[in-house]
């Protein structure tokens, strides 16, 4: 079991339902899954495309620990040189170990090595009780070789929790130790 989750059942989860007065542990908010996609709009030649995948998804294998999606897309569109089927990102969702494992890369070893670093933004948060992140570079992580990147591209991580509110969402992150920018002072 990762030590992030022991954490979350050992500590947070009484913290929670005695902040919110929940009964029962089981309505009490917890992190479902994480999703990863980066989206690729270079280069416009097929083949070319095809490699720039490739290189995608080994990285977030790497990344992940699992083997990512393609997505495709649904429609052709000419102004963008894009066929239906074409290849248009890579996504994968983590669930269970790998996602503990993950969030607790993602808080303790990646975000600390962002230049400049102040905090995530304290409303990302979808109105639905699930936190949005955007990271610029990918190499934040250390597993990636910057030498076999062609391109520093950003990625989207979606953090999907049980509950619909944001509030509690946001308690949630913070007792797991999410780096939220600090509150201006009025």
Not at 21 to 50: C, E, H, M, T, Y
Not at 106 to 126: M, N
Not at 137 to 156: C, G, M, W
Request: glycine share 6%; aromatic share 10%; proline share 5%.
């Amino acid at each position: 079991m990762s030590n992030l989750k022991a954490f979350y059942q050992a500590e947070i989860l009484p913290k929670l339902t005695k902040e919110f007065k929940i009964d029962n542990a089981f309505a009490a908010p917890k992190l479902q899954k994480i999703v990863l996609n980066i989206g690729v709009s270079d280069p416009q030649d097929p083949r070319a495309r095809k490699q720039v995948i490739e290189n995608i998804v080994t990285q977030f294998e790497i990344i992940s620990g699992q083997k990512p999606q393609v997505t495709l897309a649904t429609k052709s569109i000419a102004g963008f040189k894009l066929r239906e089927g074409d290849p248009m990102g890579v996504m994968v969702t983590l669930r269970g170990a790998r996602m503990w494992d993950f969030l607790t890369k993602l808080i303790t070893i990646a975000l600390p090595r962002v230049k400049d670093f102040r905090g995530v933004s304290r409303v990302a948060f979808d109105g639905q009780g699930n936190y949005n992140l955007g990271l610029e570079e990918q190499i934040i992580f250390p597993e990636i070789n910057y030498d076999t990147i062609e391109r520093i591209r950003s990625l989207q991580v979606n953090f999907v929790t049980s509950t619909k509110v944001d509030e509690q969402a946001f308690r949630l992150f913070e007792l797991l130790g999410m780096p939220f920018e600090k509150e201006e002072s009025k």
